[in-house]
């Protein structure tokens, strides 16, 4: 594992490797990485050895073989080049904070640990230690809610942006806000509300996003009284408010209480005119309390409608997140002197205000005993145990650029020592992910680890002093102590003869970047998949997971056994209990996230949450494959899957017909006629625009109107308008046909490289003339390109009286290729492209073949509308589509494929959601 390939290899230069800052020093022999495409948004940086120099140019040698002339201004060059120089850097880092009789023996200890990838410490850890006295070795932070005026609110701006400019993530929580439309008495006005605030947060965010080589990252989070609540559970549901941030709701067991009993729950916050109230009030609801201050009842409304809401927008785009947040204080062994407030953007660290992640993760697919088939314990212990002092030393190493952060740190010394390579150890000893075995295994497992690092912190203290707050009686009180202690009695023996160093030990970090580097399962969760594709100059290759690839190897012609399971094999329920068993030996928390699959509905949701809440899980983020804002959030029988999607086209019909006027006007000068066209557009434009209002109305409530609307679905035919006149010609139709009001037309279900698209394409005058296109989940930029495309597809197909269009159109997009492709023969999708152009030619080819049966359906459409076809390929508004054998081989052709979008890194289809966060597959990236 010393010697690093392929994107291993890239990310270990890229982001933890020491660098050269003079980079005009570089010298043939020298390793590094050269800026093959300049592209703010998606830089192509690949690896090579520089083998000669003419001044500022270089030749460089890529690991591909090919010879590359650059300049040393697109040279990142690395004065370590393989992992054994960061070891050593790494291990005499840590071990310069101990006394000068023991530093030999910890840099011995912390090398140990190190090597192989024993212990793989957090990305700032590896980038920063030893290598630089300016940058911060903790991840993430969470700081003070903001002080609930101008000032405050700014100040709280400059702190998340100095700690992002470092490479941090930031947590804030809102509560502290007054909520929209509360008076100002200072500006005689009144405020514009705590989700407006955040997104003030958000945008500054994007801002640091796109200028720093470490994207910032951002975690809001709101409490569950608070009078904006409902507002910010939605914000997402509007494009643009806040884009930039992780949104989760603090849920107290108050709240879930009142859900069960469906009682009324109040929406409150601190009369802001009494005279204390800026001197005394920092976002602590309860503490506002216990002053006997007074405190206002903004609205009162049913615990279940809210809890519902969050339910309903978890389902629709996996935000907002839940973090239960009194049983997390209930639970915290700062309960006593350092109320959680916030969690880190990835939501696996809870954290008072000033508090730090300080991370790195035991890589357990190293602590496998091939000999007795079983974990390697003994080596285990050890490890954990050294692991636990490398972390504590962290605290004293790294520099600190708030006094603030110091200060609490070193109050509590939180450290979250955490793993990776769960899911490759398993499937090593037989064990099925999320199967009963694999709870009481993981109960073992986790447990041996806590109580190992425990004792290590313990024995620590007894040489070093404990953590400033520790205070035992009250310290074993929490609710995490209660469980250690009852089952290991023997750590609290230690903790009562000798302290504790640290407040808390154990965090499950995602580690995307780092377990990708290492080869090795991600944090806690099981692979995504085991079969991915690698681009290379011959092309897309599949390959596998390494030990799926070690196993088909050895069992040539067979199939991965029961146990090697993905993300989306399992079942959402599984993916829960098994957070909860590990969440039991977790002082902190868990980035986890439960992959649902995209017919997962409303009430599963619910039912999972509250599974979550039930086993005792500190929080919950579910991930449902494919899921966008577009669909009905309502599961009532009659209401079918397509309903909303549809309905939804009303204001895309409008939007057609605005660009249409726009391009009319610009043209005006062609004469009266197109005068006339434009007057025609405009009345159109204001028709489609109030039907798609009414129509969106509706959606937004969810009821039965949305059903029954007097406006007819596309792919249903009404009788009175089926027999509409043609549109009449003239020189403006002939450039863009008018849209009436019904169109007759199939939606096709089609699999790609990006996931499942639903094609629908409409017909005016028996002519395809509108094509709308949804692939994947709203809000993402796979979403917003399909999108794209139907819209121009459908302009092309509108304007002008070429004869051939559909053909041309056709002709232009079919075998389009993309990062990848899915299926085989002629059931072969290169992309989504490609994916529109086979619809077009099944759609033509359905068409002509159907067309005597669909003028005999056209009275019995207008009564009723056409079912749904149950195939794979969902064709509506015809009859009996042909041929009915492309439509069986696509069914049979159908292999399910998750939704990913676009790297804003690497430019690959290869973003996925894992571990409550974005990751590429492809290079590495995080948006964590």
Known sequence: MSTLQ??????FLDRYARKNADASKV?????????LKDDLSFPVKEAGEVIARRGDEVEVKMRSGEIVTTTITKLTHTVENDPEQMWDRLAAAMASVESEQQQALWQDRFRYILDDWKLVPGGRIAAGA???DELTLFNCYVIPSPHDSRGGIMATLAEMTEIMARGGGVGINLSSLRPKRTIVAGVNGSSSGAVSWGGLFSYTTGLIEQGGSRRGALMLMINDWHPDLLDFI????????????NLSVCVSDSFMEAVKQDKEWQLVFPDT???????????DLEEWRKLDKPIIVHSTVKAREIWHTIIESAWKSAEPGVVFMERYNNMSNSWYFNPIICTNPCGEQGLPAWGVCNLSALNLSKFYDDEQHDVAWNELAKVTRWSVRFLDNVIDRTPYHFAENEQNQKKERRIGLGSMGLAELMIKLNIRYGSPQSLQFLDKLYGFIAREAYLASAEIAGEKGSFQAFDADLFLQSGFMKNMIAQFPEVEQAIRAAGMRNVTVITQAPTGSTGTMVGTSTGIEPYFAFQYFRQSRLGYDAQYVPIAQQWLDAHPGEELPDYFVTAMSLTAEEHIRVQAAIQRWVDSSISKTANCPSDFTIEETEKLYELAYELGCKGVTIYRDGSRDVQVLSTAPQKKATDAPLKEEQGDQAEYLQDAL???????HEGQQQQGAQEELQQGVQTEQQQGAQAGQQLAIGTDDASSSRQPAVGTVDANSSHQPAVQSSAADRQYKRRPQVLQGATYRMNTPLGMAYITINDLNDVPSEIFLIVGKAGSDVFAMAEALGRVCSLFLRYGDHGNKVQLLIKHLKGIGGTGAIGFGHNRVESIADAVAKALEMHVQAKGDAHQSVQQSVHQSAQQPVEQSSSPLAVTGYAAPAPVEQ?????????????IDLCPSCGSASLINTEGCKQCANCGYSKC
């Open 273 to 283: 005119t009494d005279p204390q109230y800026d001197e005394l009030w920092k976002g």
């Open 6 to 11: 392929g994107l291993s290899e890239k990310i």
């Open 662 to 668: 726009e391009e009319a006007q610009q043209n005006a």
């Open 27 to 35: 010298l043939p022999g020298d390793t590094v990485l050269v800026l």
């Open 887 to 899: 439509a069986a081989a696509a069914e049979r052709a159908i292999v399910h494929r998750e939704s």
């Open 130 to 132: 030893g290598a630089s």
């Open 234 to 245: 939605t914000v997402k549901q509007t494009m643009g408010q806040i884009t930039n941030a």
